[in-house]
Each structure stands twice: as structure tokens, then as C-alpha cells.
């Protein structure tokens, strides 16, 4: 099946999908090459995923800064907290702030219309990449099955950085658990039609 009717196909199929819908992607080998089935919730939106992260982190604040102030130092733990928060605050700000943010050069809103402008949108869930014209899939990860597992190489990142991601995990945070698929790379499942790449 060429690229052409692939994309009409999945369009098509995903176009049917009210509110959102379960998503098979099964053999999908990631850059690592750790290759493994997933079952993924499609048709989510990602401002919502947001919103949510941004309501989770007012709520745990206090338990959260309590935590990690147990094993880090508390400017770093504060840092981190107004990093997390400013971001999402940004992020789900309306289109005037947002257009004031980019004439001040803002990076956050520079990386989010980046992202957002290098794809279309075929249908929920469903994007183009305009520059590889690959078709990516997109939505969270209900459930991870690893067929073949590989020995992920250790990061040194950064204390600040290291204590973001635990906020981000100690609040549940939504937009860490929605991945993107290359449809090249795996069988997809969608509405209960099985699509070969």
C-alpha cells in the first residue's frame, strides 16, 4: 500500500472516531531499537492533557515540595517547581499573551509552535509531518508490552533537571505519558482495522 492511500485509509478510519478510541501499534521499534506492542488511548487532546498537569500541580504543591525537599536542596526544589509551573502556564496562556511572548522571543513558546507547526492535522490523533511526510500517531500509552528489550544507556542530567521530572511524576503529569508513533515503523490497529506499514 503507497504512502497516498495509507494516509487516505488512516484519515478515513480515524475520522470515525468519537471522543476518543483504543489504538493497537504493535512490532514499533523506537530509536534505541527497543521493539514493543502498545495499547494506546487516540483522539485525546493535548491542551486538556495540559490543563489537567496544570490543575494536578496547584493541588500537590505543598506535598510535593515536601517531598522532594526530603532528598534535594530547597532552591533547587523551588526552581524546579516555578520551572514546571511557568511552563505550563505559558503554554495554556491565551493567543494575546502568547503572541506578546513570541515578539519577546520566548523559548517555550518558540519549541511549542515549532512543534506545532511542523505537522498537519489529518484527524484526531492522526498528524502528517509536512518535512518527512510520514504519518505520526499519537495519544497515552494505556499499556506497554517489550518484545525485545535493550539496556537503556544511563543520563547525567542535570540536579534541576533531575528534580523537574520527578514533579512532573510525583503530580501524574498527562503529556509524559503521550507518545507519538511513526506509522513506518509499526502495525497499527485502529477502530478495529489492522493497517500494515
Known sequence: ???????????????????????????????????????????ISYEKALEHDFNALKVKQVEVIAELEKSHNKEVVAKAYANVYESLEKR????????????????????????????????????????????????????????????????????LTIVQNKIKKLCEFKQDKIRTFIFDKAEIKLQGVTINN
Open 1 to 43: 500500500m503507497n504512502q497516498e492511500i495509507k494516509k487516505a485509509v488512516i484519515t478515513a478510519i480515524a475520522k470515525t472516531i468519537k471522543g476518543t478510541s483504543f489504538i493497537g501499534v504493535r512490532g514499533y521499534s523506537n530509536q534505541q531499537g527497543e521493539v514493543s506492542n502498545y495499547l494506546v488511548i487516540g483522539g
Open 92 to 159: 495554556l496562556s491565551s493567543e494575546e499573551v502568547k503572541e506578546a511572548l513570541r515578539a519577546q522571543g520566548d523559548k517555550t513558546i518558540r519549541q511549542s509552535d515549532a512543534q506545532s507547526d511542523a505537522y498537519e492535522t489529518l484527524a484526531k490523533g492522526i498528524r502528517l509531518h509536512k518535512e518527512t511526510q510520514q504519518i505520526h500517531i499519537f495519544g497515552v500509552v494505556a499499556k506497554k508490552t517489550v518484545l525485545v528489550p535493550i539496556e537503556y544507556k544511563t543520563t547525567n542530567s542535570r540536579e
